[in-house]
């Protein structure tokens, strides 16, 4: 949102280390100068009676404060990395709220426990696509498309082969355990990664090829740098007076 103005439809998930709520979605979400989109705040939906599961309200999330940006976000050696995380103000949120959230206990302990080809979930709001009635996300069945725990080209992100699209941005890549863990029995999934974009070639001939129907996911990892206590917000300053639209 900027003002009164809604900007965009995107993706965004909870994740929470040390007693500290978080949300994560991607950068360009939050602020993206190439698609000069600048929000001042976020909007979300929260579940608060889990007897009607179509029973949310609408959770307003401020981008910045004081003239400076509330998220955190992280650069590699390679550069920016895609993803954000904003922490909340749980005084501020209902009462009746009841989360289930990602923790570090989701994330992969071990390489080798993601192969090629895994079959995996991404879960989001592609073109704003959800049940309206009960306020639920889709899920797009995908599998890993490059050598998880290698960085594809040098970069943060594995890549996963999946027909998405604009909206999906920030949604949680997932794959399904069978035997959870302890600190998983709520949330009985792998988080593997942050879908961000979809992949292309500048040679494609849109005439005569189809999309390659492949996208970068940053990898998960990324959250323990992001949330760690004293991790630095973002530089960026206030919005622009006037941004344009945009579709993440």
């Not at 007076?241 to 993440?248: D, G, I, L």
Request: hydrophobic residues 40%; charged residues 20%.
């Amino acid at each position: 949102m900027l003002g009164q103005r809604q900007l965009t439809n995107a993706t965004g998930f909870f994740f929470e280390r040390d007693g500290r709520l978080y949300l994560v979605t991607n950068r360009h979400v939050v602020h993206d100068e190439t698609e000069q989109h600048f929000p001042d705040r976020l909007e979300i939906e929260l579940h608060v009676d889990p007897q009607t599961i179509g029973r949310t309200v609408q959770f307003s999330i401020p981008l910045y404060r004081d003239g400076k940006s509330l998220w955190r976000e992280g650069l590699d050696s390679a550069g920016a990395i895609d993803v954000v995380a904003i922490e909340l103000e749980r005084a501020a949120m209902p009462k009746s709220l009841q989360i289930h959230a990602f923790t570090p206990a989701h994330l992969v302990e071990r390489l080798d426990q993601v192969e090629l080809g895994t079959s995996v979930l991404v879960v989001g709001f592609p073109l704003g696509v959800h049940d309206t009635l009960h306020r639920l996300p889709v899920a797009r069945q995908s599998v890993i498309a490059s050598a998880f725990g290698i960085r594809f080209q040098g970069k943060g992100y594995f890549l996963t082969d999946a027909r998405l699209h604009r909206g999906m941005s920030g949604a949680p890549v997932v794959a399904r355990e069978s035997a959870p863990r302890a600190g998983r029995a709520e949330l009985s999934w792998l988080l593997l990664g942050v879908h961000a974009t979809r992949l292309d070639v500048t040679n494609r001939d849109a005439t005569q090829d189809e999309s390659l129907d492949l996208n970068l996911a940053w990898y998960a990892d990324i959250l323990m740098t992001l949330t760690q206590k004293g991790a630095p917000q973002a530089l960026a300053g206030a919005p622009p007076a006037a941004a344009e639209r945009a579709q993440p």
